[in-house]
T-cell receptor
Framework: EDKVVQSPLSLVVHEGDTVTLNCSYE??????LLWYKQEKKAPTFLFML????IEKKSGRLSSILDKKELFSILNITATQTGDSAIYLC?????????????????FGQGTRLTINP | EAQVTQNPRYLITVTGKKLTVTCSQN?????MSWYRQDPGLGLRQIYY???????DKGDVPEGYKVSRKEKRNFPLILESPSPNQTSLYFC???????????FGAGSRLTVL
């Protein structure tokens, strides 16, 4: 059974701290790994990673994938209270490329990040 | 604005009273899906659709029905809701073959 596990499940830090969120996976096939940020409304897309060792960066957020060790990390530097959210990791286990099979993202449990001022 | 719209956003109902949660997207996406989110369990897929009149079960389809008569709409139907269907529900869509989903704002359902 395909599985995605995030850790920690909950994290509380002070504004200005740097945090690292973890996502490990066990899937039959791997196409990509995605990170989403969920505030009070809809989860919003952050990054999609397909290749090992290539860092994706957006402002203070960055993410990297290790396909050999089957994990990804999401780093947030100089955290702000607006970074408080649930961060979701998902893996696309669709084999091959293009339109094949079902698009059944497998999600982890999420990490609830709280940034205190 | 490109978006996925769900209604209602909040609903409290009683066991056995049929209800429908609507989902509509304005991005001409072929793929649509329903998820439920429960504490400690993450997002789990209920049903998905790859195009009009094409639907299939996800990981937790029991107690739910869907239909896809038009490309933009993908309603979730609970014929006889039970308390274990109390959850936060998300509709999502994407272009076929793309795996970046656009999510709706969520519908919080409580079944008493």
């Amino acid at each position: 059974e395909d599985k995605v596990v995030q850790s920690p499940l909950s994290l509380v830090v002070h504004e200005g701290d740097t945090v690292t969120l973890n996502c490990s996976y066990e899937v039959t096939n791997f196409r990509s790994l995605l990170w989403y940020k969920q505030e009070k409304k809809a989860p919003t897309f952050l990054f999609m990673l397909t290749s090992s060792g290539i860092e994706k960066k957006s402002g203070r957020l960055s993410s990297i994938l290790d396909k050999k060790e089957l994990f990804s990390i999401l780093n947030i530097t100089a955290t702000q209270t607006g970074d408080s959210a649930i961060y979701l990791c998902a893996v696309d286990p669709t084999p091959g490329v293009g339109i094949q099979g079902a698009q059944k993202l497998v999600f982890g449990q999420g990490t609830r990040l709280t940034i205190n001022p | 604005e490109a978006q996925v719209t769900q209604n209602p956003r909040y609903l409290i109902t009683v066991t056995g009273k049929k209800l429908t949660v609507t989902c509509s997207q304005n991005m001409n996406h072929e793929y649509m899906s329903w998820y439920r989110q429960d504490p400690g369990l993450g997002l789990r897929q209920i049903y998905y659709s790859m195009n009009v009149e094409v639907t299939d079960k996800g990981d937790v389809p029991e107690g739910y029905k869907v239909s896809r008569k038009e490309k933009r709409n993908f309603p979730l139907i609970l014929e006889s809701p039970s308390p274990n269907q109390t959850s936060l529900y998300f509709c999502a869509s994407s272009l076929l073959g793309a795996n970046v989903l656009t999510f709706g704002a969520g519908s919080r359902l409580t079944v008493l």
